[in-house]
T-cell receptor, first 111, second 114 residues
Framework: KNEVEQSPQNLTAQEGEFITINCSYSVGISALHWLQQHPGGGIVSLFMLSSGKKKHGRLIATINIQEKHSSLHITASHPRDSAVYICAVKDPLGSGYALNFGKGTSLLVTP | DGGITQSPKYLFRKEGQNVTLSCEQNLNHDAMYWYRQDPGQGLRLIYYSQIVNDFQKGDIAEGYSVSREKKESFPLTVTSAQKNPTAFYLC?????????????FGPGTRLTVL
């Protein structure tokens, strides 16, 4: 089973700060997902990537396949970015098409 | 609107009772999944189904049962055999064989055993 580790576990930032959340995994993968979980519990997909870098608004995700590592960056952070950010990997040898999830990084952005 | 619905949002159950959580999707996705989330832990897979009338156990299937009689529906029953059922339950669906297997999640059901 692919072990997915995220750091930091908790993060507090002031509005406007640049934020980085890290994710590492133990077994080679075919795809990595970044997800956002709002305080009410709903989860939305932010990025899916298998190589390189993707950008959407103030969010940037990068992945280094050789190092088995991905980062999620938030530029010019805002209080509405406060949420739990979850990294998940699609393990080609895992259960069907299910994902393996990290424990999440809880982000609080203060005004 | 296309999406996944779960009901109820909050559910309270007495110890020893079975309870069924609903999950419905109108995305025409073949695959559906049930995950359990506990504080400080990542989502863990309970069951998944890739086709009607077929489903597979995930990592923590003990004490749970599912059915997949229709493509749109994948209900989860939490039985009295589940020792620690209090948790947040999330249902998801995806297209099979998609490159990234993007999963779409429902809003979740928070189950509390009294």
């Amino acid at each position: 089973k692919n072990e997915v580790e995220q750091s930091p576990q908790n993060l507090t930032a002031q509005e406007g700060e640049f934020i980085t959340i890290n994710c590492s995994y133990s077994v080679g993968i075919s795809a990595l997902h970044w997800l956002q979980q709002h305080p009410g519990g709903g989860i939305v997909s932010l990025f899916m990537l298998s190589s390189g870098k993707k950008k959407h608004g103030r969010l940037i995700a990068t992945i280094n396949i050789q190092e088995k590592h991905s980062s999620l960056h938030i530029t010019a952070s805002h209080p509405r970015d406060s949420a739990v950010y979850i990294c998940a990997v699609k393990d080609p040898l895992g259960s069907g098409y299910a994902l393996n999830f990290g424990k999440g990084t809880s982000l609080l952005v203060t005004p | 609107d296309g999406g996944i619905t779960q009901s109820p949002k909050y559910l309270f159950r007495k110890e020893g009772q079975n309870v069924t959580l609903s999950c419905e999707q109108n995305l025409n996705h073949d695959a559906m999944y049930w995950y359990r989330q506990d504080p400080g832990q990542g989502l863990r897979l309970i069951y998944y189904s890739q086709i009607v009338n077929d489903f597979q156990k995930g990592d923590i299937a003990e004490g749970y049962s599912v059915s997949r009689e229709k493509k749109e529906s994948f209900p989860l029953t939490v039985t009295s055999a589940q020792k620690n059922p209090t948790a947040f339950y999330l249902c998801a669906s995806s297209i099979l064989a998609a490159e990234y297997n993007e999963q779409f999640f429902g809003p979740g059901t928070r189950l509390t055993v009294l």
